[in-house]
Structures are given as C-alpha cells and as structure tokens.
C-alpha cells in the first residue's frame, strides 16, 4: 500500500491562554491515503479547525503541539518552522476556509491572483503562468475564462469565489487539500455542485481530501471515509458506508439522528441536549457521558479506548467492551435509512 499522505500519531495540541491550557486536540490517530477524500464531522468547537490548521503550522503564538507526530507525505513535520513550512504550504498540502474572501484580495482581478499565487512558487515566465492560471480556471469549472480572468472577486457570486480560491490552493498540485467548512456558508445546490466539483477534481488530479464539516449530512456524497470528532477527539473512524449504515458511537447516532432528511421520515428531529464540554478542563473520562442517554458508570472515571469493530471500523465508547450491556441504536438508524446511499 502506498505510503499515507497524511499520518496524525497521537496528537495533541493546545492553546496556553490567561485562563489555562486549552486542549483543543486531544490524541488523534489518523492517516489519510493517496486520493482518498476522509470527512471530519462533529459539532461546533470540537477541534477540526485547530487539527487542520496545526498541520498547516497556521495556528497563532500560544498553540503548540503538545504530543504527538504529524508526517506529511511520509516526511515528520513535527518540529517544523515557518522557513520548512513556506515551501510545504501551497506545494504539497493547501486549504481552503469556509469565507473565500479570507484567501482573496477584493480589489485585484482574479486571474492576476492566481497568476500571482503560481510565481510565488514557482520560476516560470509570466506568459506560462498566465496559461496555467486558465488552466486552473477551467479545472475549477469556471466558464469563460477569458472574460472573468480579468473580474475582480466582488463580481463574482459566492460559490464562484469559492471555486477561485479553489483554483489558487490547487495552483502547485499539491498532494493533500483541506477544505474546512467550504461549501458552509453556500446555498445547498451550489454547495452540491461544489461537492461534485471537489470529486472531480480528485478524479482527474488524484489529489487527497481532507473535508471538514459540522454537518454530517453534507458530507454523505462525497465522503470515502468519515471521522468523528468530538471534544478534541476522534470518537468514530469508518468507511461512509460503516459510519451511515452502522454507526456505533452514541455520538454519531445523535448527529445522525438530528439530521432533517431522518426527521422527515421519522417525524421529529432529536437534536443532542446539551452542548460539548469545555476544553479547558476536559472531563477525566468519556467527554460525551453528560450528554449520552447511553452512559455507563465508567464513562464518567475512564476514557474509553478506540475498540475495533472492522478493519477499517473503530469507535471509542464503552458501549462495545464485552462488559457492557446490549444498547442498540434508535430504531430509525438501525433500518440503516436509504438515504445515505453513496453516489
Ligand atoms: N486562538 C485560539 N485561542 C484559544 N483557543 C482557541 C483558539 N482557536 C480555537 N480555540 C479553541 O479550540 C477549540 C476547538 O476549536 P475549533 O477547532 O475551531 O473547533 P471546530 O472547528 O470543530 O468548530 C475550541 O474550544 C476553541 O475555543
Ligand atoms: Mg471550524
């Protein structure tokens, strides 16, 4: 198997703020492979932003890595700097955030921004950029290039920024691409065109995925495998299929049952009481109990480990250790509802 283009070991990062550490990330163990597109879901605050952006070293002064490895296309990153990172960011790893205009400058045409972003990179006349910067366009599926190239970015509509920005991350051909939110603050059928765009383009570039959401419904069409992020955790890996069709995590059966398209066929929308904990004094045990209906005395004493349920399955509850009584799923997931069929 090839080597994975991104390997998390154990990995924690936290912020040292007035009020204390804030441990954002909390030992994740993750790789994504070579083309593959890995979603990471979970709620507002539970460490996505920070995970991306710490591999990304885009994180201010008083975050730092507090253990762990990070390895990128097979190189430890770790210890990096801003001198090793500056020829990693664009070249092999990108991003994209969910305001496009965070990434644009508002008053210079676009096409001169994504020429700009190759040169930055890479020694080449002006002329060759200027054709792959059309290049780019077209790859991004903006028409009429030759009109737009010369459009500053506030004529263009939201989901067209957000194909620009697209457009300059994937200016190198970089190997990873995280995508943080993008299609978030897009109307649903630009962001399912956006969606289709992203696939595509993993198609024809072979490029890998990282696709962060808060929304687990979002992310069903084009998700190879799913994560689960819960309080600087992942609590739930699997491919799409085990995650949607046989979720095991208490987690994932609240976001899943809190999704409007399960409502509508079973009449009322369970959203999960209560709100994720503070990361500044994380509980000592299973950071989901105070909100799980489910939850077992040791919940509260003991983190769970990650228990493996297939070879490419795991979940962290103490709902699977043998000790634990049966639970099963709510009724309307157990029937593994049809809409979560991969396109
Ligand atoms: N600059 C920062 N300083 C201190 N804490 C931060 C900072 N940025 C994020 N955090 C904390 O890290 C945690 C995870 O945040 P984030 O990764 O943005 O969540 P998500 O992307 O899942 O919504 C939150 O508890 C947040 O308060
Ligand atoms: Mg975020």
Request: net charge neutral.
């Amino acid at each position: 198997m090839d080597e994975p283009v991104l390997k998390l070991e154990n990995y924690a990062v936290s912020f040292d703020t007035p009020q204390g550490e804030i441990e954002a990330v909390r030992g994740v163990d993750l790789s994504v492979g070579k083309g593959e597109i890995l979603c990471i879901v979970g709620e507002s605050g539970c460490g996505k932003t920070v995970m991306c952006r710490s591999v990304m070293k885009l994180l201010p002064r008083i975050a730092r890595i507090k253990h762990g490895r990070v390895f990128l296309n097979g190189e430890d990153i770790t210890d990096y700097g801003e001198k090793e990172m500056r020829t990693l960011r664009g070249n092999v790893v990108s991003m994209v955030f969910q305001d496009p205009m965070i990434t644009l400058n508002p008053t210079i045409p676009i096409g001169r921004q994504i020429t700009e972003a190759i040169l930055k990179h890479k020694t080449m006349s002006r002329k060759d950029a200027k054709k792959r910067a059309f290049e780019l366009l077209t790859l991004v599926g903006i028409d009429d290039a030759e009109t737009r190239f010369h459009l500053q970015p506030h004529f263009f509509s939201g989901g067209m920024r957000q194909r620009c920005v697209l457009a300059v991350a994937l200016a190198m051909s970089p190997k990873l691409l995280f995508a943080d939110e993008p299609t978030t603050a897009l109307d649903v059928t630009v962001a399912t065109k956006m969606l289709d765009l992203l696939m595509d383009i993993r198609k024809k570039t072979g490029i890998s995925i990282v696709f962060v959401s808060h929304d687990l419904g979002a992310v069903a069409r084009i998700a190879d495998r799913v994560a689960v992020m819960y309080a600087g955790k992942i609590v739930e890996i699997g491919t799409a299929e085990e995650v949607y069709y046989d979720p095991r995590h208490p987690y994932t059966w609240g976001l899943l049952s809190s999704l409007p398209s399960l409502a509508e066929e079973n009449g009322e929308l369970h959203s999960i009481p209560g709100m994720p904990p503070q990361l500044l004094a994380p509980p000592p045990g299973d950071a989901f109990a105070e909100r799980n209906k489910y939850a077992l005395a040791i919940d509260y004493e003991q983190m769970p480990p990650m228990f493996k349920i297939t070879d490419t399955h795991f979940a962290a509850t103490w709902l699977l250790d043998k000790r634990a009584p049966e639970v099963k799923p709510p009724v309307f997931l157990q029937s593994g509802s049809g809409k979560w069929k991969k396109n």
